[in-house]
């Protein structure tokens, strides 16, 4: 092989490897790292439901654009053709016979063509100007709805990115406990071999070392379907990969100003929509009141005709042509009382909103109370049981190290085994009710999103 053969052949390797490993990269599944932040703003782009809300938006907003349209010129084209196989006959009386009588004639001719334009156009109408009004601000309504789906969706996300920390954390303090006793098992079994404990011994710790790893499983199996429902509800593919970058801190909840933050009931978008239907009503209302007010319309058209005996429909010089223009008042003078009782049914329905809208705000008020409480209450708890696994785990490190000196048992320290697993899981219940706690007061005091 010579030099020329030999560098064209290392070439193409180094083109190959190239190739490969971009291949590979590109086959390589890819993994995104979100905080709960992160995690939230990307729901609002892919979530289903806010997805939905958006489209809803658009489509109020072609619906106002189509209503407003009412009150633009309308301007039509007509054109007609007719072909009378058999002339129309009209029967009339026979004045050319004394005796009376009647005759059967024969009018009209086999072809009939006409073509027109027309156009209409609203110049006052005041309750359709309020209708137009009210279309605009049912915009708006949308728009809070889209806010509240925001909200309700903000509110999944978090309390499912909390879901999969916690279920971290727990897989975290079962690792090290698995290492542990592991540790512990493996201490024991080389004390036995040297006959300084009895095989009961190892039995009863390889036993617990058997119940973590089978443990251990199971939360894996659970971590991944808490990932697996944190990605749907950020409307993530569920096959894909991510990374949460937040991490689980006492500090994160106590920071939470209970004390100072009250209930603002104008930042819940529930009396927002519900304040905005009592708006659109209130409008429904007046122009029911504005009905009287008469409503003018102008129209015109322009229109030929063709008749003949003869398929002649493209001869202009025979077309007859016709012309019009026209202005239309419509007002009712009496109606039977039927507006005066449709706006007694509308005050009603106002009434009946406000009411509504009354005992909203009063259950919203409750409901930030009864969110405080939760919060504070699991704030205590975390406190509790954060001290009740700091002794726990004190007393397993002190069981362990009499075990090793000789004046310690087994059965003494899986006890103390037994009882700092069952202190971590306290511990995480409770910062798990703190935290969906903490997203819940949140929702409750109006401040989960911006």
Excluded: C
């Excluded at 070392?209 to 429902?229: D, I």
């Amino acid at each position: 092989m010579n030099k020329t053969q030999l560098k064209t052949g290392v070439m193409m390797a180094l083109l190959f490897i190239g190739f490969a490993s971009k291949a590979q990269t590109r086959m390589a599944p890819q993994t995104d790292a979100f905080t709960v932040q992160q995690a939230i703003d990307y729901a609002y782009g892919h979530s289903a439901s806010i997805k939905n809300a958006l489209l809803e938006e658009a489509i109020t907003t072609d619906k106002v654009n189509e209503f407003r349209g009412a009150s633009l010129p309308q301007v039509k084209l007509n054109g007609d053709m007719k072909y009378f196989m058999v002339v129309p006959t009209s029967v009339v009386p026979n004045f050319f016979n004394p005796a009376g009588g009647l005759m059967a004639l024969k009018f009209g001719t086999t072809y009939n063509t006409s073509a027109g334009a027309s156009a209409s156009w609203l110049i006052a109408d005041a309750s359709y100007l309020l209708a137009l009004q009210a279309q605009k601000e049912l915009g708006s309504l949308m728009q809070y709805s889209t806010t509240r789906s925001k909200t309700d969706v903000a509110e999944q996300v978090s309390k499912a990115y909390f879901t999969v920390l916690i279920s971290e954390k727990k897989m975290e303090l079962l690792n090290a406990n698995i290492t542990r006793i592991n540790k512990i098992l493996n201490e024991t079994r080389a004390a036995n071999q040297q006959g300084l404990v009895e095989k009961l011994d190892v039995d009863r710790i390889q036993i617990a070392y058997v119940n973590l790893v089978t443990e251990q499983t199971k939360v894996v199996e659970l971590l991944e379907l808490a990932r697996g429902a944190l990605k749907f509800q950020m409307g993530y593919n569920v096959l894909g990969k991510i990374t949460l970058t937040d991490s689980l801190s006492d500090q994160q909840l106590t920071s939470l100003n209970l004390m100072n933050e009250s209930f603002d009931p104008n930042k819940r978008v529930e009396l927002k929509l519900l304040d905005k239907q009592i708006q659109l009503t209130q409008m429904q209302l007046k122009a029911r009141s504005l009905a009287w007010i008469p409503n003018i319309a102008a129209y015109s058209s322009v229109s030929a005709a063709r008749p003949s005996n003869d398929f002649d429909a493209f001869d202009r010089v025979k077309y007859y042509p016709t012309a019009l223009v026209g202005l239309t008042i419509n007002a009712t003078l009496f109606d039977g009382m039927q507006n005066h009782y449709k706006m007694d049914q509308i005050r009603l329905q106002i009434q009946q909103a406000k009411n509504t809208r009354e005992q909203a705000e009063n259950g919203l008020q409750l409901e930030a109370l009864n969110a405080r409480t939760t919060l504070s209450n699991a704030l205590l708890s975390v406190q509790s049981q954060k001290s009740n696994l700091v002794m726990a785990e004190d007393v397993a490190r002190v069981t362990k190290i009499k075990y090793q000196q000789g004046v310690g048992s087994s059965l003494e320290v899986m006890n103390a085994e037994t009882s700092l697993k069952e202190a971590q899981t306290n511990y995480l219940s409770a910062l798990y009710d703190a935290y969906m706690a903490g997203v819940t007061y949140k929702k409750a005091m109006g401040s989960l999103i911006p």
